[in-house]
């Protein structure tokens, strides 16, 4: 295998959902010595961290392979469609989601595949859009084709949804069945993932984890200079169904009622966390310990990490095969991790069988976490850096399992 021709939603540097997989599997499948091409969609914003916060440091002329896309104005593009074109996007609905992108990659997509003879195409979901293209293009050149699913609808399959929302799900699923019939393999995140598609695609189907970049994400060996234990959230935090907090505020409630945790001795630091999405929990009791900072660069997420204590992992029970880059880049600088309230599958098998940390479903369990892991602090035992070897998450790793698969077919 020579060539290949990567479909994603988003590309370095943009730091949307869907590309930081797509960019590490371009980049380590370069490094191997494949020529990859990229074809993306760009989208404009005046939001510096989200224009630049993916900075990943990519081999010399895979940027100059990278086609990206500017996205057509949305309002203007639907405002324009005929009825024909309505019944059309109903049928075919990766042509509105979103409005105009499809026609507008198709053209680009063909003329790069004459120009270029691709040996595979391998088209990364999220986005129906590119599947639907890679589908395409596969099929007019004849080539390998291969679909990468980061998330699928059935590990939201529990969350409340309305008429519409289920009318427009049912109708991607019945477009991802149809653009899969011509796939020589399927790519996901996890096991759970993997045995969903099997049963609903029938395809031949194989996990490689999103994983982290440990050129980036490394360990250190110096002490947290923090004045009180410090548990630190990166990220951002969704709906509760998403996230989950309520067994750790409820145990620092508690804890601070019964004078079991003091103020001076620990604290939470949320960074790019919305306030909003925090207030229903927050209690006078338990907001002294609550610490809201901006969301930083990708420069200083590792720092970051590396001067805590611990690092706090939010999750929901009933989102089973959600296993987040966060996880991975959290295992791969050794800090432990405390994962609420755990899914109570996969992730939470993941933390117990390679001892990254503690997951944990209960108030009491919390409360005992919290008094004993200060406890340690202020006696100078707590362990910063974990004995542990995550090294088979590293994404050159992984990228390494995808090329042999990808190179079977070829």
């Known amino acids: 295998m020579n ?25 380590y499948l370069t490094l191997q010595h494949i020529e990859v091409w990229i074809l993306t969609r760009s989208l404009p914003t005046e939001d510096k961290v989200m224009n630049e916060g993916m900075a990943a440091a990519l081999p010399d002329g895979l940027d100059d392979r990278v086609i990206r896309i500017s996205t057509p104005d949305g309002d203007s593009y639907l405002k324009k469609r005929s009825l024909k074109d309505k019944i ?9 989601s979103p409005p105009g992108f499809y026609e507008k990659a198709l053209p680009i997509g063909r003329k790069l595949i004459s120009e270029q003879k691709f040996d595979l195409i391998f088209a990364s979901a999220p986005d129906q859009w590119g599947i639907s293209l890679g589908e395409k293009l596969a099929k007019e050149t004849g080539c390998k084709f291969v679909v990468d699913f980061r998330d699928i609808y059935e590990q939201e399959m529990l969350e409340k949804r309305g008429l519409r929302e289920k ?73 509760e169904w998403y996230h989950n907090p309520t067994v750790l505020f409820q145990a620092l409630t508690e804890l601070k009622r019964e004078n079991k945790l003091a103020e001076k001795d620990f604290q939470i630091n949320f960074y790019g966390v919305e306030y909003s999405k925090i207030t229903q929990y927050l209690t006078p009791e338990n907001k002294v310990f609550v610490n809201f900072l901006p969301r930083i660069p990708l420069s200083e997420v590792v720092s970051v990490m590396n001067n805590s204590h611990a690092l706090l992992l939010i999750t929901n029970q009933g989102r089973e095969g959600v296993l987040t880059t966060k996880f991975f880049e959290y295992a791969g600088v050794k800090k432990p991790i405390v994962c609420v309230p755990g899914d109570s599958s996969e992730l939470d098998a993941l933390i117990k069988t390679y001892q990254v940390g503690e997951t944990i479903d209960s108030v009491e369990k919390m409360k005992f976490y919290l008094t004993d892991a200060v406890q340690q602090y202020l006696k100078g035992t707590w362990k910063t850096k974990l004995d542990t070897d995550p090294s088979f998450f590293t994404r050159k790793n992984q990228a390494l399992i995808l090329a042999n698969h990808l190179k079977s077919l070829v």
Not at 88 to 96: A, D, G, Q, V
């Open 3 to 27: 060539k290949i021709l990567i479909i994603c939603p988003f590309f370095a540097p943009q730091a949307y959902v869907g590309g930081v997989r797509a960019a590490m599997f371009a980049k």
């Open 88 to 96: 059309k996007h109903f049928i075919f609905p990766e042509y509105s």
């Open 167 to 239: 009318l427009h799900e049912n109708r991607m699923l019945f477009r991802r069945y149809i653009c899969t019939r011509r796939a020589d393999l399927i790519i996901t995140v996890s096991e759970f993932h993997k045995s969903v598609l099997l049963k609903k695609l029938g395809k031949k189907t194989e996990v490689v984890f999103n994983g982290y970049d440990d050129e980036l994400f490394r360990p250190s060996d110096k002490a947290p200079e923090q004045d009180k234990f410090t548990i630190s959230y990166l990220g951002r935090i969704l709906g």
